[in-house]
């Protein structure tokens, strides 16, 4: 089964993801919304699970800006995205399928370099069944034999790189002085 209808299976059409895969259709909704209401949404989307977007439905409420994420931050996003228009993001889901097939040669392929893997508590990946069970009882390891950590950062969702700069540069920093 494909990562999509996998996806489709547990969250039922309107998960973002299976949403995202008809080209044109999220597109002419998310220029209705206006790319300022979208990004607001998505990038303070907080809430620890499956994220929906119902057609013709929007988000259902309007998100206060991120409190990581300056105005003027918001605003350079926003006039990109003005300019580009979300076909590009959007395309990385709708190669999920092609990507998987592609990669099927490697999926029992380990990572054979030191890794921190650092990840958001409240992070909507984090969060899909069996992935917490799959990182910290040992499935992950298997597959990252030099896994040295696992930062899971309290308060913080998928963007934690922006959202606790600080924290990320200093494990970042700690990890690399191993070597």
């Known amino acids: 089964m494909s990562p999509v209808e996998k996806i489709r299976s547990l969250y039922g059409d309107d998960h973002y993801i299976c949403r995202f895969q008809e080209r044109g259709d999220i597109e002419a909704e998310f220029a209705k919304i206006g790319a300022k209401e979208v990004l607001k949404n998505i990038l303070a989307f907080r809430t620890p699970g499956p994220f929906y977007f119902p ?16 105005e003027e931050d918001l605003d350079y996003y926003v006039s990109r ?12 889901y709708r190669a999920f399928g092609l990507n998987w097939e ?11 370099v030191p890794v921190k893997f650092i990840v958001g508590e409240l992070d909507l990946s984090y969060h899909v069944p069996g992935t917490k069970d799959y990182i910290h009882k040992g499935w992950f390891q298997k597959f ?8 899971v950062l309290e308060g913080a969702a998928h963007f934690v790189n922006q959202e606790k700069p600080e924290e990320i540069n200093e ?6 002085k191993q070597f």
């Open 171 to 176: 494990h970042i920093h700690a990890f690399l």
């Open 144 to 151: 990252v034999p030099l896994l040295h950590e696992i930062i």
């Open 81 to 92: 995205f003005e300019k580009t228009g979300f076909t590009g993001g959007v395309n990385y």
């Open 55 to 70: 057609k013709g439905k929007g988000f259902g409420y309007s998100a206060e800006r991120a409190p990581w994420l300056t």
């Open 102 to 112: 592609l990669n099927a040669p490697w999926s029992r392929a380990q990572v054979k």
